[in-house]
């Protein structure tokens, strides 16, 4: 007989030792397989600055690939960013000024305390603390990467996307490595590419091991214009559950007051005329759910702790279903309503999308059977995680020490 032992890293610098009794030396794939060695992936997604469903879809993503016994490490490019214009600047004060008729106690002394800089310092912290990092000056293959996998949130997006052609590791063209994309959006269900873009992309994505994406209609843009197939999966935010989330704000105290949670990125006049009917409707205060200095544990426990939400926003629905809160999304055909659809029909909650007053109202007099939500977000899940571990297991990199 023969025994192999294998060293492997999983969550930073624990080292697992494992002796394997085995008859012949295992494949790389059969090792892979079987979790005896971890496949150290880099994952390329949208920078993580303040925006809290992009780095919440970062961390799941990484939590789950570290649950199936993998390394994860986001990989960060320094962003040159050109200075902000004047409109930008006083977008937040703006915004407020917006929602202040709704918010309860809404004075300027509350918003100059809360969101005078608009900057999201308390989501560096969350990022530091929970998610594997490593900057790079540049899209490169860092040193010991045996695995990249691109997503997810609206990666795959060209007005978003600068150098789009990286979002399809062009950078690594002619690296050993396993190509993955995972839950990978358009965020739209036009396509958005330039001829040469288009014809640079589809070369690209034939490169790649696996393929996936986030939404229905993006597995049809695949096909029809990059000529590629591509499984449909769950956005990452939804392989965890509100257990999982919930022990990210145990330390942020439970609200016993019932409110209406609004989480609206574009609070306009008629998501407001909304908000306000329902604020009537429900006889309940409304509580912002996006304040500028919230903490990701702060924001989490807003969904959490809400009677009901109101949002206009993909990850805000996706907490609303996984905290299992009423809820209505107002469509918002801006971002891109084809990403709400494609989260909201297969679990059987399209008709949670509204972008009137008077069936805002009547949604919210509806209620949802969490029981059939829960197994079908189970079996999306289930599938989803499995996509995941066979694009990491079955993939024979024989060729490895």
Not at 41 to 61: M, S, W
Not at 186 to 197: A, V
């Amino acid at each position: 007989m023969i025994y192999n032992s294998i060293k492997i890293f999983r969550h930073g610098t624990k080292v697992l030792s494992l002796h394997t009794k085995v008859t012949s030396t295992p494949t790389w794939n059969e090792l892979v397989h079987t979790g005896m060695i971890a496949m150290k992936a880099g994952i390329v997604t949208q920078p993580l600055k303040n925006n809290f469903g992009g780095i919440i879809q970062n961390f799941a993503l990484q939590e789950t690939l570290r649950a199936l016994g993998h390394e994860p490490v986001t990989i960060c490019v320094a962003q040159v960013y050109e200075p902000l214009s004047l409109r930008e600047r006083i977008a937040p004060f703006v915004r407020w000024l917006k929602l202040m008729p709704y918010l309860p106690g809404g004075n300027m002394c509350n918003f100059f305390r809360t969101a005078h800089t608009g900057q999201r310092r308390n989501l560096s912290e969350f990022t530091d603390t929970y998610i594997s990092t490593i900057s790079i000056p540049r899209y490169a293959v860092p040193p010991g990467i045996n695995a990249l996998i691109c997503g997810s949130d609206q990666i795959w997006r060209p007005k978003y996307n600068a150098c789009i052609e990286d979002m399809y590791f062009r950078f690594a063209e002619t690296a050993d490595i396993v190509r993955i994309s995972y839950a990978a959006s358009f965020g739209t269900d036009r396509w958005e590419y330039s001829e040469s873009q288009t014809l640079e992309c589809a070369r690209l994505i034939e490169l790649f091991d696996y393929v996936s994406v986030r939404e229905k209609s993006g597995a049809e843009l695949c096909r029809r214009h990059l000529g590629h197939h591509a499984e449909w999966v769950a956005d990452p935010a939804l392989l965890l559950d509100a257990e999982q989330y919930g022990r990210l704000c145990t330390s942020i105290p439970v609200s016993t007051t019932p409110y209406i949670g609004s989480y609206l990125l574009d609070p306009d006049k008629s998501r407001l005329k909304i908000l306000s009917g329902l604020r009537k409707h429900l006889h309940l205060p409304v509580h912002d759910c996006n304040p500028a200095s919230a903490s990701m544990e702060e924001w989490l426990a807003m969904f959490r702790d809400a009677d009901f939400v109101v949002t206009d926003s993909f990850h805000g629905t996706i907490f609303s279903i996984i905290f299992r809160k009423p809820f209505i999304t107002i469509a918002n055909p801006v971002r891109g309503n084809a990403r709400l659809k494609s989260l909201l029909e297969p679990l059987g909650l399209y008709d949670r999308m509204t972008d009137s007053t008077n069936e805002a109202q009547r949604i919210a007099a509806a209620p949802i059977n969490w029981n059939a939500v829960e197994t079908r977000l189970n079996a999306f899940r289930s599938k989803s995680i499995n996509f995941l571990k066979e694009s990491l297991s079955k993939h024979d990199k024989t060729s490895q020490p």
